[in-house]
């Protein structure tokens, strides 16, 4: 079908050329991502869509023949151009899905992946059981982590610290928006330093940048182009980052409390040698795609 985003949707008087329908528009979309090289280009054009027209992306299916008007068409160009330029859609659209919650995101702060969910269920299903379990994230980025597991564990109260200014303000913005302001403190700073006073915790959660230095320029371009290079850059080997927080995180948790963290494809042993004189590791788990990805201490 040819589809052009200038062109052929708006004629030089604003006017639509075609009745293009919604069906039509997810097909071509899809279509002309997949010849892009985008991984998941089905989904993607449905989440654009959806967008354009304000509505849910289940909506799209019960209004197959409906013909958006011209200011929603208009908004699909622009969220289709913005995609072909490989700018992730949570960036596009302002909201990434997440466990069970739903993040309000932004450019400049990291997007959190599907498989960080496992974080939360492995980290869930170990304080299922705790009275008022306190929780603290290092990185915390949207929120998602933190928040997700506030989602969880009702009686949980969570601290998150990042270095970026705006990761701290879009964490707090998502707390506010989720209603668990009440308790989730948010606090910038370099790792355990804004908590150093704070009592020890139950659980200390991690996402760490664990990307290696050299790796960076051959990320997909949507991370090595439109994400936050401090989220990503592990150092050399990738592990900088993980050799600080393992060796201060003891000292801010209690008897028997968990460290949990994800690593990178690669990283999990070495990353559980870590341990050390004051850490057991615990186990490791595999993502969906059978990758070693999170680590799990327990204090002795």
């Known amino acids: 079908m040819p589809f052009s985003l200038s062109s052929e949707i708006m004629d030089n008087a604003g006017k639509s050329e075609k009745a293009w329908t919604i069906q039509e528009l997810l097909k071509w979309a899809a279509e002309d991502f997949a010849n892009r090289g985008i991984d998941t280009p089905r989904l993607d054009a449905e989440l ?43 960036y596009i659209i302002g909201l990434k899905g997440f466990h069970a919650i739903e993040l309000v995101t932004e450019r400049g702060v990291f997007v959190p992946r599907p498989e ?15 009275t008022a379990p306190l929780i603290l994230e290092i990185g915390g ?3 998602a982590v933190t928040l997700a597991l506030a989602a969880a564990l ?15 303000e879009l964490t707090r913005a998502n707390a506010r928006r989720l209603g668990f302001e009440e ?19 139950d659980l200390i959660v991690c996402n760490p940048p664990y990307v290696p230095h050299p790796e960076l320029d051959r990320l997909m371009p949507e991370v090595r182009d439109h994400e936050p290079a401090l989220a990503l850059d592990g ?15 003891p000292e801010r948790m209690k008897a028997l409390g968990w ?17 050390g004189a004051e850490l057991h590791h615990e186990s490791t788990r595999k993502d969906l795609r059978g990758v070693p990805r999170i680590v799990i201490f327990r204090k002795k």
Request: glycine share 6%; aromatic share 6%.
């Open 48 to 90: 654009l869509l959806a967008f354009a027209l304000s509505v849910k992306r289940v909506d799209l299916y019960l209004r197959f023949d409906q013909v958006p008007d011209p200011e929603a068409l208009g908004r699909f160009r622009d969220a289709v151009k913005r995609r072909r330029d490989r700018e992730p859609v949570a």
């Open 116 to 130: 960080t969910e496992l974080l939360v269920d492995e980290a869930a299903a170990r304080l299922k059981d705790t």
């Open 183 to 201: 308790r989730v403190a948010v606090i910038q700073g370099d790792l355990f330093a804004p908590v150093k006073d704070m009592v020890p915790f």
């Open 235 to 249: 150092g050399p080997d990738g592990m900088d980052f993980i050799r600080r927080l393992i060796a201060e995180a």
């Open 154 to 168: 009702p009686s949980a109260r969570l601290w998150a610290t990042d270095l970026d200014p705006r990761a701290v």
């Open 141 to 143: 980025g949207t929120g």
């Open 259 to 275: 460290l949990m963290l994800e690593v990178g494809e690669g990283q999990a042993a070495a990353v559980a040698a870590m341990a």
